[in-house]
């Protein structure tokens, strides 16, 4: 079955995804398809921030990947979750609004992209936010993405801000201001106490356009290919298989995982990884699904000497009532936020040019991010690399296109990655001894005194380290001369025709921080140059 045609078929309703529909649907010249392989986002705890730890292993609303077991992680799969519903993994994520280092974006133009330098991605970045702060040389006011303050300041957060400072790393109110180091609060991605996903950001207020069409519950298959044009998608929707046609473009906004996955089912990839699964091959991309780049988190717990921290308030039904009654009241305290309330960038060395390492400051602790938290008191330093050196890759772990690919991080790979993470560990621990935030440590419950040496700390790094959810870099931006790039600039795949991908897998290299606002910054910049390209032609 056919169905009809549209002018850009959109595959994938996340971070990027929402945002395109939005935009390329804004003049009402264009007919857009957005298609979302997961239901739409009714499930009310996606839309409430502490709502996190019920959608981290959900059946439905998250793909739930798992890593293939790897030796350098001491042979453990590692869960990887991602969104699968409107608004893709900004409606399951953490909150947390951090664009990454200036530096990040000028090394992406360095590498031969042209436009995407810091100074030429920042208006990017002030058009898609509605800072409550107010308009600023670093923010805007007038974007659908809201971007709010935690109102209330937390004594262990205060705590650990105030041990920063002791041991010479500055109080910094914003992260996405002048600079990046020091140690603060988080903004998060919520309006009024309420989850800001692009699906409420940019799709909410698009739906009654005439011109987009947003079909749920359809997964694609693989793009259509008439010889080298991407001609349409083929999706699976209740049972029957249909096709999209595209008349100008698809876009593929599919995520970092299943972006490279749909090239190479659709036989664009490394030729030898096709044939091995039985896929013709259409054009041969040696960079697909390489250069896979994640954020490891090594999560280090404390037991606190007071009963201040949330695992205390999940644990008592009184202070439940009490905390549900304040966030109906006035939409404030821990369910307006979803874990981590404070952040610190630093340098292991410091003799770096910048920081090395980024902390999430959660005032609980459990075993795995989104797990039940701890009966004792809790709270955790989670500690993460910035610029990894590893990298990893992604592929098909069989010719069912609707199987999920083999993943492959490669975490730990590289000596520089495995002592930026031991050094990462040694700064907590540092935090944890100062004068600020000693009266509130109990003990160290991971990785626990036990663990003294380089190794045992690298072995806690194996044993217990987990993503921080940023997948990236398996379409790689770069020049026709990289052999590893997969889209050029304008995020149009190298060697066919009407076919880009914008979402994080065109990432060259991580940023160094969270990667929701870079995605939709992307997402953003892609916009303009598609409309740009639809008007010349
Ligand atoms: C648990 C978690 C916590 C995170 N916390 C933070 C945070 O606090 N701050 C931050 O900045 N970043 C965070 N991130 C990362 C950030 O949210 C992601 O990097 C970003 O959302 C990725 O955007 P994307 O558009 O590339 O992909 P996604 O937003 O994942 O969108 C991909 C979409 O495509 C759909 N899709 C996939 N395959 C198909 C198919 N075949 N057919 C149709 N549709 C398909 C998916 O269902 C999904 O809706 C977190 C991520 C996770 C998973």
């Not at 259509?224 to 083929?234: E, L, Y």
């Not at 699976?236 to 096709?243: D, K, L, P, V």
């Not at 296109?401 to 002592?419: E, G, Q, V």
């Amino acid at each position: 079955m056919t169905d009809a045609a549209w002018d850009y078929v959109i595959v994938g309703a996340g971070s990027a995804g929402c945002a395109l529909a939005n935009r390329l649907s804004a003049d009402g010249r264009h007919a857009v398809l957005l298609l979302e392989a997961g239901p739409p986002d009714h499930y009310p705890w996606i839309h409430i921030p502490i709502g996190y730890a019920k959608t981290m292993f959900h059946p439905v609303y998250n793909w739930k990947f798992k890593t293939e077991p790897e030796a350098q992680m001491n042979g453990r799969e590692v869960y990887w979750p991602a969104g699968r519903t409107l608004g893709g993994s900004s409606s399951i994520n953490g909150l947390i609004y951090i664009r990454g280092h200036r530096a990040d974006y000028d090394h992406w133009a360095e590498l031969g992209n042209a436009g995407w330098s810091y100074a030429d991605v920042l208006p990017f970045f002030r058009k898609l936010e509605h800072n409550v702060r107010g308009a600023s040389e670093w923010h805007g006011v007038d974007g659908p993405l809201w971007v709010s303050d935690i109102r209330a300041k937390h004594p262990l957060i205060e705590a650990v801000i105030a041990a920063a400072e002791e041991v010479g790393i500055a109080r910094n109110p914003d992260f996405n201001g002048a600079t990046q180091d020091g140690a603060g609060y988080y903004q998060l991605t919520t309006k009024q106490g309420f989850r800001c996903s692009t699906a409420t950001a940019y799709l909410r207020p698009a739906r009654g356009r005439r011109n987009l069409t947003i079909t749920t519950d359809a997964q694609a298959t693989r793009v259509a290919f008439d010889g080298r044009r991407a001609r349409g998608v083929v999706y699976r929707q209740a049972g029957s298989e249909r096709t999209a046609v595209a008349r100008r473009e698809v876009i593929l906004a599919a995520g970092a995982l299943k972006s490279p996955h749909l090239l190479l089912l659709s036989g664009v990839g490394p030729p030898a990884h096709l044939q091995a699964f039985g896929i013709p091959v259409v054009h041969a991309l040696p960079g697909v699904g390489e250069n896979l780049q994640d954020h490891l988190q090594l999560r280090v717990i404390f037991r606190c000497t007071r009963p201040i921290t949330t695992n205390d308030t999940l644990k008592s039904w009184w202070r439940k009532m009490a905390m549900g009654a304040r966030y109906v009241a006035t939409r404030t305290g821990p369910m307006a936020i979803g874990i981590n309330q404070g952040g610190m960038f630093a340098r292991t060395d410091p003799a770096l040019s910048r920081p090395d390492v980024q902390f999430h400051l959660a005032t609980l602790s459990s075993d795995m991010a989104g797990s039940p938290v701890h009966t004792f008191s809790g709270f955790t330093l989670s500690v993460c690399q910035l610029n990894p050196e590893s990298r990893g890759r992604i592929g098909p772990k069989s010719a069912d296109p609707l199987a999920a690919p083999s993943i492959h991080p490669n975490y730990l790979s590289t000596p520089r990655d495995r002592a930026t993470a031991v050094a990462g560990i040694r700064l907590a621990r540092r935090l944890a001894a100062t004068r600020a935030l000693s009266p509130y440590v109990a003990g160290e419950y991971r990785p626990g005194p036990e663990a003294v040496t380089d190794d045992d700390l690298l072995e806690f790094a194996k044993n217990k380290g987990a993503t921080i959810f940023h997948p990236a870099g398996t379409c790689k931006m770069g020049p026709a001369s990289d052999p590893l790039a997969v889209v050029d600039p304008a995020l149009r795949v190298h060697g066919v025709e009407a076919l880009r991908v914008v979402d994080c897998s065109v990432m060259p290299t991580l940023v160094s921080g969270n990667t929701n606002a870079p995605v939709i910054m992307i997402a953003e910049k892609a916009a303009d140059m598609i409309r740009r390209d639809s008007r010349s032609r």
